[in-house]
Nanobody, 127 residues
Framework: QVQLVESGGGLVQTGGSLRLSCAASGFTFRNYAMGWFRRAPGQEREFVGTISSSGVIKYYGDSVKGRFTISRDDEKNTVYLQMNSLKSEDTAVYYC????????????????????WGQGTQVTIST
């Protein structure tokens, strides 16, 4: 069955760094664009970043540009989110998701574009 399993979440101080991983199985990973979303307490799920199936095209939400980096390793069926200069507003549950190759870039910011979702991993920023 299709699975997306996030890991790497935890507690980190303001200004620190954290690297999230999402291991995929049950579908042809290399044929899917991958995205990261997050949901903070009391907030709706927010777009964080996306990477095309080729790995060439990347986009980020305004709140994380310059601080977060998305990458993928097709040999390991894994997508990563490197988070630097973390701040309190980054506290959230982080989710990875998969969208079929060929999806229009303009649609990769939208939750409804993605076919598969992980269960999420908690990231908490402390002071």
């Amino acid at each position: 069955q299709v699975q997306l399993v996030e890991s790497g979440g935890g507690l980190v101080q303001t200004g620190g760094s954290l690297r999230l991983s999402c291991a995929a199985s049950g579908f042809t990973f290399r044929n899917y664009a991958m995205g990261w979303f997050r949901r903070a307490p009391g907030q709706e799920r927010e777009f964080v970043g996306t990477i095309s199936s080729s790995g060439v095209i990347k986009y980020y939400g305004d709140s994380v540009k310059g601080r977060f980096t998305i990458s993928r390793d097709d040999e390991k069926n894994t997508v990563y989110l490197q988070m630097n200069s973390l701040k309190s507003e980054d506290t959230a549950v982080y989710y990875c998701a998969a969208a079929p190759r060929g999806t229009y870039v303009r649609n990769l910011y939208r939750e409804t574009t993605y076919d598969y979702w992980g269960q999420g991993t908690q990231v908490t920023i402390s002071t």
